[in-house]
């Protein structure tokens, strides 16, 4: 599943999400279009995801996601 299924299966924003994943709302932005970002903030999101879906999610099972 790519990040932004993720985001919509949570019923979250962009907004919402970085501010569940405790970062940039820039930065998730970026990673919703492909953009590279660090293996610190794909840990990030898939906590936040992994915590509001209650199953463990690892940022390698997200499609899409370029770390």
């Not at 990040?3 to 994943?21: D, F, K, T």
């Not at 930065?27 to 936040?48: F, M, N, P, Q």
Request: net charge positive.
């Amino acid at each position: 599943m790519k990040l932004e299924e993720y985001r919509i299966r949570c019923g979250w924003s962009q907004n919402v999400m970085a501010r569940q994943a405790g970062i940039d709302a820039s930065t998730v932005g970026k990673a919703l279009r492909g953009e590279t970002i660090s293996i610190t903030t794909a840990d990030k999101l898939a906590t936040a995801i992994s915590k509001k879906l209650g199953q463990p999610i690892h940022f390698s099972e997200i499609e899409g996601l370029n770390v």
